[in-house]
């Protein structure tokens, strides 16, 4: 039914549209193939007006949307129509004889909203215009056929807790891709699926607003609201699209502390020290973030004096912590109040505090094992120097703070009084000097005085003693350094020599002052004056001194106001120089010479000594070099071998008498006999080495000579089988010894083959060896 409808409307819209042909006053120049004027109006023979589809029509057979018609066109069939464009011969197709438009498929306004084609009517025989071409739009009209939609959705919105009515979440937005300039199809209203009471939507505009006063994050975090868009208005028949918008309360302050109990009990032991946590106490507020911080305090006096509270890191929990030492003896349980409070308040919500809450807190103290308690912190005690060793310096007292009568032993650690100088009574505690003590030497004793329970010995405290050594009068003064001095020839009567100073190595109260005096009498040669002030000086009296040459040696007394005085002699030495005009040393005795040049006679004796010492070392090493050039000398005279060795060209025989030096060799008739028994081995060193006999000198044959150090050669265990005669292995044309070489001279001299000795003596390692070489033939049958 719907479609007859729609295809009715659309019949009526196409006649409507239908162009109408009204008559020409005058047709085109030469239209009727007559010549005319070129320049006459003509008339216009369309009237157009516009031509509308519905959408998304479909039908089985195209639809008819509409009709052209010229003026022209007399019914005689001689007009053709032609139409171009958009969708033209594929959307939209015209009958060349009647001029209906039809549209072949159905179409999406939201695709495209119109189209612009191109009417023509031609000669059908000749295709020759018969009007000029005309444009006209074809309109697709819209339906109602898309839903709105939500493009950003779903939303997320936060809106503060506590909020009052109306407040502003969020704004949704939904768009319908209908014609909104046609009909209702794309006219939205907005309204709340889910979500009431709490929230509310604006029809119009889409704002969500808050639709109930005091809501309570604490009660419900988040609201899931569905929000819902529809189009006709909102009437019946109408599309629509929906979202979810997720709104989550954030959090304000408005929720005061609360401790859970009203009385926190804790325990600590006495002998925790300042810092030890003693509990955490907590606060419990449901803010978060900041809102939740919290700061706490001891209200009452007697707590915050013997602990103290402090919030952690995270700013929920207070920590209470010992301050001072505690003791279970004197105060065995503690009870205060602590305060927990907001640290950040809203005033907007300061009507529903006060933000702040108490609890009552009772600490009891634990008594523990205590080690022994001294009366004080730390001993200073005094004893005179030079006492007796026994003499008694104080007493150290200590107690055990958990059973008095208990009985307690003292002790000094060794490490304190390394020097042994004092001692304690371990029942008692009384210390004693257990040698003479020297305030010069020391004047503070520093002692760690251990005490130690009988019951446990674990249980042990240490105190510091300090034991001072007072001062008596027993050092004399004595001057503060050697003075040596001089004195010129030409000094007036009078004249400053020196000004010299005292020490007294007492203390200050035993030495404040030092009296001097000098040699008295007419024969004085100098004059000491006292200065009152620990010095005195040394004066030239009105008769010089006469010179000599030996210094002159000043005798001065001091002593000090002591109880009792002490004194002592010092001397002076003073040398009488001649001096320049200004005052300068020009020449002076020896002694003070060299005392002006700044050397003693010590340190000379100490460079005489080092130069001495110097010249010893070097005509030590001289003797010794020449020494071992002298052992190295007799050696080369001794070793003829060695003569061999360097020679090192091979001469002509016995016509070379350059050769060999005929001098070096020995008398052969004072050579020892070869030692009885086999031969050395050759392939190991020998433990002694044979000494040579001396041999006397004589004339004696070369030949023999020569065959008895070649016999040597070949039986010297000290010798590398190589040895030094093996050079001379052709001795030239002429000569009637033949070879000097040790090779093969055992076989030439034995006159039979075979091994030179038994390999049986050469050891279990050449036993395979000696099998091979030297077992002898069986005898022939």
């Given amino acids: 039914m719907w479609g007859l409808v729609r295809l009715l409307l659309a019949w009526l819209g196409g006649w409507g ?51 052209l018609h010229s003026d022209v066109d007399r019914g005689e069939g001689r007009t053709k129509y032609l139409l171009t464009g958009e969708g033209a011969g594929t959307v939209f197709v015209i009958d060349e004889a009647t001029g209906n438009i039809h549209v072949t498929k159905s ?138 918008v997720t709104v989550t309360l954030s959090d304000v302050n408005d929720n005061p502390p609360k401790f859970p109990q009203s009385l926190y009990q804790f ?130 007292s200590a107690a055990d703070l958990d059973s008095p009568a208990s009985p307690i032993r003292y002790s000094i650690l060794p490490h304190s009084d390394p020097e042994r100088c004092f001692s304690i009574q371990p029942e008692e505690g009384t210390i004693h000097t257990a040698a003479p003590l020297d305030r010069e030497a020391r004047v503070w004793h520093n002692l760690t005085v251990l005490a130690t329970e009988l019951d446990s010995s674990a249980q042990a405290s240490r105190v510091q003693v300090a034991i001072q050594t007072l001062d008596e009068n027993d050092n004399a003064p004595q001057l503060a350094e050697p003075y040596d001095t001089f004195v010129c020839d030409s000094a007036a009567p009078g004249q400053l020599i020196q000004v010299i100073r005292a020490l007294d190595r007492d203390e200050v109260g035993n030495s404040s002052h030092v009296s001097f005096q000098g040699p008295l009498g007419p024969d004085a040669n100098f004059t ?143 050579a020892a006999p070869p030692a009885p028994g086999p031969p050395a081995r050759r392939d190991v060193l020998p433990r002694a080495r044979v000494s040579r006999q001396p041999r006397p000198p004589g004339p004696a044959d070369v030949a023999q000579l020569l065959a008895l150090r070649l016999r040597e050669a070949d039986e010297d265990p000290g010798v590398p089988p190589y040895d030094s005669v093996q050079v001379y292995g052709y001795e030239g044309r002429g000569s009637s010894c033949g070879s000097l070489s040790s090779l093969g001279s055992g076989s030439e001299a034995g006159g039979a083959p075979g091994p030179a000795e038994p390999l049986d003596d050469w050891g279990p390692l050449f036993r395979t060896l000696a099998e091979l070489y030297g077992a002898k033939e069986p005898p022939a049958p």
Wanted: aromatic share 6%; charged share 20%; glycine share 8%.
């Fill in 107 to 244: 179409l999406d306004r939201e695709e495209k909203a119109q189209y612009v084609l191109l009417a023509q009517a031609v000669d059908r025989a000749s295709n020759r215009p018969l009007e000029p071409p005309s444009e006209f739009i074809i309109k697709v009209q819209d339906i109602n056929d898309n839903p709105p939609i939500f493009p950003l959705g779903p939303y997320h919105a936060t809106v503060p807790e506590m909020s009052n009515v109306g407040t502003s979440v969020i704004q949704v937005t939904a768009h319908d891709a209908d014609d909104p300039s046609y009909g209702n199809s794309a006219k939205l209203v907005y309204s709340v699926l889910d979500g009431l009471p709490f929230f509310s939507v604006d029809p119009q505009t889409g704002v969500v607003r808050t639709a109930i006063p005091n809501m309570d994050r604490e009660t419900q975090e988040e609201f899931l609201v569905v929000i819902q868009a529809k189009d006709m208005g909102g009437h019946m028949g109408g599309l629509s699209g929906s979202t979810t």
């Fill in 528 to 670: 000491v004056q006292d200065n009152r002030d620990g010095s005195a000086s040394l004066l030239l009296p009105s008769r010089p001194a006469p010179p000599r040459h030996a210094p002159y040696l000043v005798p001065i007394e001091l002593w000090d106001w002591g109880q009792p005085a002490l004194s002592s002699t010092a001397t002076v030495t003073i040398s009488v120089c001649r001096c320049q005009p200004d005052g300068s040393v020009a020449s002076c005795w020896p002694e003070a010479h060299l005392s002006a040049a700044g050397l003693s006679t010590g340190a000379l004796l100490a460079i005489i000594t080092c130069v001495g010492a110097l010249l010893a070392l070097v005509v030590l090493f001289v003797a010794l070099r020449r020494q071992k050039q002298e052992a190295l000398m007799v050696l080369e005279e001794e070793d003829v071998r060695e003569n061999i060795i360097t020679y090192d060209d091979e001469g002509g025989g016995e016509e070379d008498t350059e050769a060999f030096d005929i001098t070096a060799l020995q008398n052969p008739d004072g």
């Fill in 17 to 67: 549209c239908m162009g109408r042909l009204a008559a020409p006053a005058r047709a085109w120049a030469g239209s009727r193939g007559h010549p005319g004027p070129a320049l006459l109006r003509t008339r216009r023979s369309w009237v157009w007006n516009q031509f509308f589809v519905i959408e998304e029509y479909a039908g089985p057979e195209p639809v008819l949307i509409g009709k």
């Fill in 267 to 396: 325990s600590v032991v006495e002998t925790a020290g300042p810092g030890t946590l003693v509990g955490r106490l907590r606060a419990q507020d449901p803010d978060l973030g900041d809102n939740a911080l919290m700061a706490y305090s001891i209200l009452d006096g007697e707590g915050s004096e013997a602990f103290s509270i402090s919030t952690d890191s995270q700013g929920r929990d207070g920590l209470l912590t010992v301050r001072k030492p505690l003791d279970f003896e004197s105060r065995r349980s503690y009870s205060f109040r602590v305060e927990a409070t907001n640290t950040l308040i809203d005033p907007a919500y300061l009507r529903r505090g006060p933000f702040k809450d108490v609890a009552s807190v009772r600490v009891v103290v634990q008594d523990a094992p205590e080690p022994p308690a001294f009366t004080q912190a730390a001993y200073h005690l005094t004893v005179p120097e030079n006492k007796a060793p026994g003499t008694l310096v104080g007493q150290i």
